[in-house]
């Protein structure tokens, strides 16, 4: 049973270039998380979504960054004209879908470790 | 709205000896607690949970964490370190109301031979 896959493991960039970082939950999740890890800090949350809904992005900046999660395919974290702070571990995670699941664990990808020149 | 803190953000032991990463947090509902731990370029894996039920959680790899309400901590322990214990330790948590973690700003345990 494949685990959370993410990629790219290593993304570079130049500011004020698109980032894409992708990530395929666990088979039968369908909730996913995205952190961001920032060097010598733990995760921070950034959204929480479900298939083709946003039910928490409290954690998002307001500007640049977007997430979705489609009815098929991947979801899909976009960071639009990055900027030097932006370079960090994204990690996403994926939890079980339904009712009564709620303390089920997330599981959590490799990360994508995004560097901006 | 929770928070998590972590007493040390370096740890190092001797091989063999007990392993004890503090965890303190605060809700304002009842918790749940998790420990991960993190390999050098890896991602995140569940080391032990507290959901409900039995306050002393037992997880892979030998660690144990207790779960003590009137002190808001959950501590992680091992009673002997491994060489392959050397990692990244973060302890999270997760209001049942919410599905986001909170997590430390982690602990790094070093094992001396």
Partial sequence: NAGVM???RHLVRRRGQEARLRCSPMKGHSHVYWYRQLPEEGLKFMVYLQKENII??????????????????????????VVRGDSAAYFCASSPTGTG???QPQHFGDGTRLSIL | AQSVTQLGSHV?????????????????????????????NQGLQLL????????????????????????????LTKPSAHMSDAAEYFCAVRNSGNEKLTFGTGTRLTIIP
């Avoid at chain 1, 928490?56 to 004209?81: N, T, V, W, Y």
Wanted: proline content about 8%; charged content about 20%; some cysteine.
């Fill in chain 1, 6 to 8: 993410q990629n790219p």
């Fill in chain 1, 56 to 81: 928490d992005e409290s954690g998002m900046p307001k500007e640049r960054f977007s997430a979705e999660f489609p009815k098929e395919g991947p979801s899909i974290l976009r960071i639009q004209q």
């Fill in chain 2, 12 to 40: 190092s032991v001797s091989e063999g000896a007990l392993v004890l990463l503090r965890c303190n947090y605060s809700s304002s509902v009842p918790p749940y607690l998790f420990w991960y731990v993190q390999y050098p």
């Fill in chain 2, 48 to 75: 032990l949970k507290y959901t409900t039920g039995a306050t002393l959680v037992k997880g892979i790899n030998g660690f144990e964490a207790e779960f003590k309400k009137s002190e808001t901590s959950f501590h």
């Fill in chain 1, 101 to 103: 699941v709620r303390n």
